[in-house]
């Protein structure tokens, strides 16, 4: 079952039984692809590092206290854990109060948090090693905890979020009782730190492209919304169910409208957080104008406003803010195309993702099918700029620093700005002389 060079040496180094557990046992018996190894075995971190002293592998103490290593060698890398048992506070923070090692397999597994994680591989003996029941549940598609749930989620609230996840990548189903309990304890989450949602919730967000299943990230998220999860990690989301809009323009509510948004668009990070985000300021439109036509602002800053406490990157909370405010542009196909061509300029980096969210936003009205017409004309006109040889940056200018000396200081970066913004519907300046003729007479030729 599990059969590598690095694997093969380390079973022959190793004293005792060394076991595969976990994830990779979970996806071999599954069908699907391996990503990360974990091993374990009753060896403690610092007599692991003494066995492999001289050995092909090097060790990286992660963890003392969990007796956690990283061993690597012979092009693999693996992730160690020593096995133990836990005792938690029971308030769901993730912080076990004590750890206690030299156990054996049945209580190592049994700290562990779903069954179907709790199966183990014997690399010497080549054999499954099954405290749990785990592949009975592998085999049903069905998550259950290795302890009562309730005892579970008490230890660590973030295994609720990571039930979601299991749910959607993998196809299966949670078991009703541990359903219950993770609805009951939702509001433990929020003693958890903002990070580890945040990688929780990008899994559940992009859950499709682990097993290529299709719709798992939609699955997520619902069964997430269904267990009042949603209402706890994004709650201007939670806000949009039952907000009616427009049949003439949207057959769904708000909510799942931008549900249906988010299943119609590519497994990456900013997009779909900005599609299951993108219509959130219609609420607050609503509510403070009366009306929803500024929701993109209004959406843009609760959104921004929302992965910042999030701790998403900043380079991810500028990109998901930026397209939820300009996903209306050109709506009505009246914009000039003088200033089509301005905005793709200044938009340039959001752009290919601009047209992805404003076609699965058309989709997600469950009205039309066909591409946005907006998006087609921004794709379109795109596209002819390239053709055209419009720079989209100031170092791919005709001109540069050496042709503004003669400008005061001051001016010299302004000038080159502005023929940037020239040459987006000008031709005659992405010539060098039309481009050096731009700069001599500025600032009198701006328009």
């Avoid at 059969?3 to 079973?11: D, I, M």
């Avoid at 309990?181 to 433990?188: M, Q, S």
């Amino acid at each position: 079952m599990f059969s590598t060079p690095a694997l093969e040496e380390l079973k022959n180094i190793w004293k005792g039984e060394l076991y595969v557990v976990g994830g990779a046992v979970r996806d071999v018996l599954t069908g699907y692809k391996v990503s990360d190894t974990d091993l374990a075995s009753p060896l403690k971190a610092e007599e692991v590092e003494k066995l492999l002293e001289g050995s092909p592998f090097t060790v990286k103490r992660h963890s003392s206290r969990l007796g956690t290593l990283g061993i690597c060698g012979m092009g693999e890398k693996f992730e160690y854990t020593a096995f133990r048992s836990d005792s938690y506070r029971n308030d769901g923070s993730h912080a076990p109060g004590a750890v206690r090692f030299g156990v054996g397999i049945l209580e190592d597994a049994l700290r562990r948090d779903f069954t179907v994680n709790s199966v183990y591989y014997a690399l010497k003996e080549g054999k499954l090693v099954d405290p749990l029941g785990g592949i009975r549940d592998i085999r049903n598609k069905i998550i259950r905890t290795a302890r009562k749930p309730d005892e579970v989620l008490s230890e660590d609230a973030l295994r609720i979020m990571r039930m979601v996840r299991f749910q959607g990548k993998l196809g299966f189903d949670a078991d009703t009782e541990l359903s219950e309990a993770a609805r009951l304890r939702r509001e433990t989450l929020k003693k958890i730190a903002p990070e580890r949602i945040r990688d929780e919730l990008t899994g559940i967000l992009l859950a499709d492209a682990v097993n290529a299943l299709p719709d798992a990230h939609v699955r997520a998220f619902s069964l997430m919304t269904e267990i009042g999860v949603t209402e706890i990690v994004l709650p201007e989301v939670a806000a949009c169910v039952g907000i009616k809009q427009n049949p003439k323009w949207h057959k769904y509510d708000v909510y799942t409208h931008m549900l249906k948004t988010f299943g119609a668009i590519a497994p990456k990070t900013e997009i779909r957080l900005a599609a299951i985000l993108h219509d959130i300021g219609k609420p607050a439109a609503g509510y403070t104008k009366g009306v929803t036509g500024e929701h993109p602002e209004f959406g843009a800053w609760l959104a921004r406003e929302r992965l910042c406490a999030l701790r998403f990157s900043q380079k991810i909370v500028d990109k998901v803010s930026t397209l939820i405010r300009l996903h209306m542009f050109d709506l009505k196909g009246d914009v000039s195309e003088k200033d089509e061509r301005i905005f793709i300029l200044e938009h340039i980096d959001c752009i290919p993702d601009l047209i992805a969210l404003k076609n699965a936003d058309r989709t997600g009205s469950g009205l039309r099918d066909d591409p946005s017409p907006a998006a087609e004309r921004l794709k379109a006109t795109l596209e002819q700029m390239k053709n055209e040889g419009v720079a989209f940056s100031v170092k791919e200018l005709k001109a540069g620093g050496a042709d503004t000396m003669k400008l005061p200081g001051e001016m010299r970066g302004y000038a080159l700005k502005a023929l940037l913004r020239e040459n987006a519907w000008n031709g005659e300046v992405r010539t060098e002389e039309g481009a050096r003729a731009f700069i001599g007479a500025f600032p009198m030729n701006r328009k």
